[in-house]
């Protein structure tokens, strides 16, 4: 049974700081990607940012310049390092973690609670 936990969400003020972590165990598959996404009120859930195992990354237009994505592949974690965040990225933010299936050319992706982020004066 695969775990993804889920840490460093909150409340900060505009301009400020948050780091987010996310942890995935129980995995007896090779991990492809882990990443996160986000979703506000009223909207779909978007591709924030992710990061391939060979250390590819990609990330939202939005967030660009602000947001840094890195991982630590042996122990299937991922972070991400929110700067100069604005009221637009508040939401809930989620932890993805997608596996090779073994035997096969396919991934099956994992999601995790999801963890607030509130950017608010």
């Known amino acids: 049974q695969v775990q993804l936990v889920e840490s460093g969400g909150g409340a900060v003020q505009p301009g400020g700081s948050l780091r987010l972590s996310c942890a995935a165990s129980g995995s007896r598959s090779s991990m492809n990607a882990m990443g996160w996404y986000r979703q506000a009120p009223g909207k779909q859930r978007e591709l924030v940012a992710t990061?391939?195992?060979?250390?590819?990354?990609n990330y939202a237009d939005s967030v660009k310049g602000r947001f840094t994505i890195s991982s630590d592949n042996p122990k299937n974690t991922v972070y991400l390092q929110m700067n100069n965040l604005n009221s637009e990225d508040t939401a809930v933010y989620y932890c993805?973690?997608?596996?090779?299936?073994?035997?096969?050319?396919?991934?099956?992706?994992?999601w995790g609670q999801g963890t607030q982020v509130t950017v608010s004066s």
């Open positions: 990061i391939t195992s060979g250390g590819s990354t």
């Open positions: 993805m973690f997608r596996v090779n299936v073994p035997a096969t050319y396919l991934q099956y992706t994992y």
